[in-house]
């Protein structure tokens, strides 16, 4: 069977997200997570959790790698597909406050995939991982003044 271009540009995101999911700060929940995004000219930047003694100041790995591609330079909307890995045997959700940023950043036709060391892969659309989302556009409602 042909591998697809998506399919091996997923399998290198894999790569990636699992080489950053081993460099995973996460002495608290042991739970590693890597991440991979790919820009439209196939710059990937990656991320992984990073936790801390402050509970509330953990950073996911999707947020991490985004973040590192905006500050690398890519534009937002020009992300195309990011690829989660986390160790075991599950494919895992993005958390809600990823995937809220993922809109926001990445293209409207991306993809996000979810993959571990099983054949288990999620796959979701943008529609998919975060229906009704809050947009730019309520910061500024048509036809309301702004004060
Ligand atoms: N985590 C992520 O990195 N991404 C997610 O989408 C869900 C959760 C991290 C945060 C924390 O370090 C650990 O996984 C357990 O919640």
Known sequence: MMTSTLDQTVSKLKQHAQRAAGNAHSPYSHFPVGAAVI???????????VENASFGLTQCAERAALTA????????????TLVLYTPGNTAHSPCGAC???MHELMAADSTV?????SDAVRRWNRAEYLPDPFLPEDLNPAGEPQR
């Open 39 to 49: 820009s439209g000219g196939g710059q990937v930047y990656v991320g992984c959790n």
């Open 69 to 80: 591609a905006i500050a690398d330079g890519a534009r937002a909307g020009d992300l195309q």
């Open 99 to 101: 995937r809220q940023v």
């Open 113 to 117: 995939i979810s993959c571990c060391d």
